[in-house]
């Protein structure tokens, strides 16, 4: 299991180059996972973070968001 992380972000935001993006990821080898843990941050007037779980033998994602029913994601999400 991986449990990524936002922290890079704004490193990739401002363009910072390939080999502190990889100095900081490297030792997580998150590439090696099945199952992937995810926040995300939702943008709203309170600052809302959800939390998807990415399973990839199954070819799955979980979305958990305890405001789904107040704002749901129709629009967010495109299924094909």
């Known amino acids: 299991c991986a ?37 995300i941050h939702r943008p709203s007037n309170i600052g809302h973070w959800v939390l998807c779980i990415i399973r990839f033998s199954s070819k799955e994602l979980h979305l958990f968001d305890s405001l789904a029913k107040k704002k749901p994601w129709k629009n967010d999400v495109k299924v094909s």
């Open 3 to 39: 449990l990524l992380t936002t922290h890079d972000l704004p490193r990739i935001r401002y363009n910072a180059s390939d080999d502190i993006l990889w100095h900081n990821v490297s030792y997580t080898r998150y590439w090696e996972k099945d199952v992937w843990i995810l926040p």
